[in-house]
Each structure stands twice: as C-alpha cells, then as structure tokens.
C-alpha cells in the first residue's frame, strides 16, 4: 500500500479533531509517529493542522460564497478538504496553487466519487480566478472582526467587552501566529549566556528570552534531543509560565503547596529557587499526570518536591495539621491564553464553561485558605485571559474570606517590563498574548493576616 502523502494525513487528522473534538496537539503526535512521515515533511503537516484550525471560521466564509446556494451539505470530509485546500492556496506561498488543488482532486477522488471530486475542483478554480470575498462586507463590527480573525463571536464580544477593539484585535492577530518554543535555565547549575553557548555547539540557535531573565528562545533545532536538555539543566515552559515561580518568591526551607501542579514546570522552578532545600507538595487528582510531575523532577535532580494524587478541593481535610508558608493555586482554567498552541479550544468551549470552571476555581481556593499559615502567602494564577475566572474569581474569594488581602509587593518580584507594559489592577497582573508574545497569564498574590 502506498504511504499516504502529508496532505491525506493532515486531511484524516482535520476529520479526526473535529469528529471526535480530540485534542489537536495531541492527536497530532499521535499521527506524526503513525505516518512515519519524512521530518521535513512534520513541520508541513503541523502547519497545516493548526493553520487549517486557527483559521476555521475564515475559510468557511470564503467557502460559502464559492458553494452554489441549494446544494445538498457538503459531508464534513468534502468541507474540511475544500478548508485545507482554501488555506493552502490563501496563506502559504511556497506550493504552486494548481498543485494544491490537483492533490485536493486526486484526495477527493479517493474518498469520493467523480462528482466530489469535480465539485472540489469547480470550488477551488473558481476562488483562484476571482479571488476570496471581501470582509468589509460584513455589517455588524462583532461579525466581521470574528471572521477576519476566525474566532467564535461570543468570544470576540466578551474581549471587546473587557478590553476594548483595538486592545482585540491585538490579542487576536497576535494568538493567529505559531507559538515559540521557550526553554528555562537552571540557573543553579549554569547561565544562560553558559546554556546559549552549549546548545549552539550542539547545533540548536537559541536567544535570550525577551521577559523572563531565565528564558531562552529557540530559533532552529530540537532542544529536547540536547544533552543539555537531558541533563536536567533546561525545562520547556513558556515565558509568561516563568514569572509564577517568582510570583511565589519560596524561600530555602519553606513549605510549599503547589495545588495544581501538573505537568511540574512550576514546581520545579520553585524547587529551583529554593536551592534544593525545604517541600515542595505537589497535587494532580490523576495518577497518570502525577507520574510526569516525578519524571520531571527526578531528570531535573530535585528531590524535594513530593508530588501526590489528590483533587486539590481535599486538600483541607487531607493537610489539616500541616500548614503551608505559600501556596500556589495555577488553577484549571479555560485556557483561552495558550489558544495558538491549542487552536481548537476556541471552537471546542462555550460561555457556559467557564462558568462551571469558574466555580471550580473558588472551591479550591476556599479549600486550601485554611491551609496557608498567618502571614502566609496564596498566589493565584491561570493560564487565561477572561476576567470571570480571574479578577471576578479573586474578588468572590476576597469576599468570602476577610483575613486574606492584596499583596502589592508581588509587582516588586515581577519584571519592570511587566509593570510598564501588562494590564494591572489593584495588585492583578494580565499577561496578554501581544504584550511579549508569550502565553496570555493572570496572576496575583494574596497575603493572609497575622
């Protein structure tokens, strides 16, 4: 049998992610390892996977003017094939457009019969003679911002809501672009200037980081295949990610309780900055999720994190006698601030969700307040960028729980660049995704009295 071409396997993933609302990345890898692919050819299909995804909502709208009104529904194969073909033709330039759509032909011909296929071909000749339709052509602002960028309307509604057009529209061109792959140092065993050096030798081109001082970004190579990455001196985190640790600021012998700490980056980062010295519990209510905190800490040589399987909404009844000095709560979220690694969370979540998350959020920070010393200190983060689960969540919080105050000092711990750049109010930090082009990041700390 002969070996399916990149675009017949991007085309079954395309099918798989939306049939199932598997999760992109990881169905992606799945299929890398399966397809045996050449490994030029991987970077090809994950752009078109996740370009074919993140620009969903606009490739629909050029569709719908091509598609003669009164055709029966295209089945969801024939519709996701004229969307990878369109995004083809329309957003990369290095293959010719008559061999886009005679490959999308000859795919259509497999699957299908001859009137697929000769629909696919009239579709995509059509759009290349007379060029994709204007978005000006939408009336109503809300409309036309969602498909121009391809995002859910509701979701273009409630940034706007919050943070104005303009700050939007940033925020959406800026989660259309791929992710970089950021690394951090250890610097308890090298410097990054030191790191930058040795993985160059090693043929992999990396930079500083542009916000945290411990982050290096990787122009070309595979940083995981480095000895240096292996050595347990890198840890693969995006940069945003990194400022929770110093958020936090644990000091050498403290206790610490990390509540949501799958997969381990920010407990190993705060093991890190405590020399080694003091606990670090680290809690996922799944064993199997538990199991990469440990590997993480055990390639990283840090032997005093102590992860567990526990749903942090116990963790009261379980660490009743055992207070903490800090805790950190990287609660689960919506994740609308890691949207260019995982595109298909913009289609896959509703409004509803983050609502049902959101009390989620409470119940775990009501659980482990009792559990933070007089004194102590409680840092909330998430990988969002909704004000419901954040600034709404701490105010709730606040509400229900008087000993607890802002923390304003987190600012001090924090870069001076976040201060100049990021959205801050009363002590709660927003990272969005075009302030650094990092990960969008909610964080504050609060302090519990004495």
Known sequence: MAAKSVREVALETLVQIEKSQAYSNLLLNQKIKQANLEPRDIGLLTELVYGTVQRQKTLDYYIASFVAKGKRKLEDWVRILLRLSVYQLVYLDKVPPHAIIHEAVNIAKKRGHKGISGLVNGVLRSMQRQGMPPFAAIEDKVKRLAVEYSYP???????????????????????????????????????????????????????????????????????????????????????SSMLVARAVAPRPGERILDACAAPGGKSTHMAERMDGEGTIV?????????????????????????????????????????????????????????????????????????????????????SVAKLVKPGGLLIYSTCTIDQLENEQVIAEFMEAHGEFSIDDTVLDRLPAAVQATCNIREGMVTILPHHFGTDGFFITCLKKGT
């Open 282 to 366: 680290s809690l996922d209510m799944h064993r199997h999720k538990v199991k990469l905190i440990e590997e993480q800490a055990k390639r990283l040589g840090l032997d005093n994190i102590k992860a567990q399987t526990l749903d942090a909404r116990k963790a009261r009844e379980v660490f009743a006698d055992e207070p903490f000095d800090r805790i950190l709560v990287d609660a689960p979220c919506s994740g609308l601030g890691v949207i260019r690694r995982k595109p298909d969370i913009k289609w896959t979540k509703r409004e509803a969700d983050m609502k049902a998350i959101r009390n989620v959020q409470l119940d775990i920070l009501s």
């Open 153 to 239: 309307e509701w979701l273009v509604k409630r940034w706007i809501d919050q943070y104005g057009e303009e700050e939007t529209v940033s925020i959406c061109e800026e989660m259309l672009l791929p992710p970089k792959v950021t690394a951090r140092v250890n610097v308890r065993k090298r410097t990054v200037e030191e790191a930058l050096e040795r993985l160059e030798h090693e043929g992999v081109q990396a930079t500083n980081g542009v916000l945290s001082d411990d982050a290096i970004v990787v122009d070309k190579g595979t940083i995981t295949s480095t000895r240096l990455f292996q050595d347990g001196e890198l840890t693969i985190q995006d940069e």
